[in-house]
């Protein structure tokens, strides 16, 4: 899977972060779907700083489906103040154990 293209980067899981990290020119990444796996597995508190590297970016959606809602307005923050110049989306992977896929 792709998860790269056009400034728009995937990144569903662990390994696609570390992936990104190790071949993708930070600079070009305009927009960011990050996926419930990835934060799951990385932790959010981890996250943050390895995701703070893509200063250029003005979209970023996070899949939802593993924050407990009353968690979602401080991440969605954290995020905003990551990444001020940005719109930020809520999203969801439809996985099996999180909110949506039960």
Known sequence: M?????GRLF???EDDLDKAESIIDSDLVT???IGAKCYSC???EILYPRLSKYHNVMKIEVADDRIVDADMPS???RFEMIFPNAIF??????LVGGK???
């Open 75 to 77: 991440v969605k923050r």
């Open 100 to 102: 949506y896929g039960r």
């Open 11 to 13: 990144i569903w899981s």
């Open 42 to 44: 990385v932790g959010l």
């Open 2 to 6: 792709e998860i790269f293209k056009d």
């Open 31 to 33: 927009s960011l779907r």
């Open 89 to 94: 989306n809520w999203g969801y992977d439809l």
